[in-house]
């Protein structure tokens, strides 16, 4: 090739690539996603005493079970999300994600998403200290689960919205699959206690009474002597391994 010639083609080279610059390679950047319209407050929600447990920005009122670290949690598209592991599934020891207050008497709602085959929860009434592990040695859990892609049998003591290893559902329930929104909300007032699971209730039951006592009495939880026992504690998202999203987390004290 003459030198002219490659001067010629290397100057047009030279023009395409800076108009690229300026116009088209704007166009692949990822858009911007509108936050507006999650993790907020409507003016009647404010007035019921609501108030948010994440900002949608950043972990600011979190932090990891006994000062763990939360480089395993990150915020994502207006959510909270536990990264994962390899498999997307892993020990029951990792660094769950604890609110900074402590609460006694309250409703929260929560919306979560789950990865394939995902398994978290949250966790309420949860005590700090350092004999224990994890969180789910004192505190009960709302299951979250992808109940369709999870690798291996689910007890029903295991599924999505039960308290888990304790009360079960009574009936059907309305679960989204795998990479779709769902909305919980537990209720906690004294003794009794509500799960919802996408506006419809799945169970209610009494803490500390007979059946509660012979329940925690079983295999699951016998070497786990204050499971359930707190009146106040933290509330807990789990990381059990898993990719999860959460977000518009709220919380209204009963007081």
Not at 31 to 58: I, M, Q, R
Request: charged residues 25%; negative net charge; proline residues 4%.
């Amino acid at each position: 090739m003459r030198l002219g010639t490659f001067c010629s083609l290397s100057m047009a080279l030279l023009v395409s690539a800076a108009a690229c610059n300026r116009i088209e390679c704007k166009a692949e950047q990822p858009a911007a996603v509108d936050c507006s319209a999650v993790n907020v407050l409507t003016e009647p929600e404010k007035a019921a005493g609501w108030e948010l447990l994440f900002n949608g920005v950043d972990l600011k009122g979190w932090h990891g079970y006994n000062g763990q670290s939360t480089q395993f949690w990150a915020v994502e598209d207006c959510a909270l999300k536990s990264i994962g592991t390899e498999g997307n599934y892993g020990s029951d020891l990792r660094a769950d994600l604890v609110s900074d207050k402590q609460f006694e008497n309250f409703e929260i709602s929560i919306d979560w998403k789950a990865s394939k085959g995902g398994n978290s929860g949250l966790m309420y009434a949860v005590v700090e200290d350092p004999k224990y592990q994890a969180a789910w040695m004192t505190g009960p859990e709302y299951q979250f689960i992808d109940e369709v892609g999870f690798p291996e049998k689910l007890e029903e003591w295991q599924k999505a919205g039960v308290d888990y290893g304790m009360h079960l559902p009574g009936g059907p329930k309305d679960l989204k699959p795998a990479g779709e929104w769902n909305n919980t909300r537990i209720l906690v007032n004294g003794t009794h206690v509500e799960h919802w699971l996408n506006g419809a209730k799945l169970l209610e039951f009494e803490r500390w009474n007979e059946e509660w006592n012979k329940l925690r009495a079983s295999e699951k939880w016998k070497d786990y002597p204050d499971y359930g026992l707190a009146r106040v504690g933290h509330i807990v998202l789990q990381d059990h391994g898993s990719v999860f999203w959460f977000r518009n987390i709220k919380i209204r004290e009963i007081k």
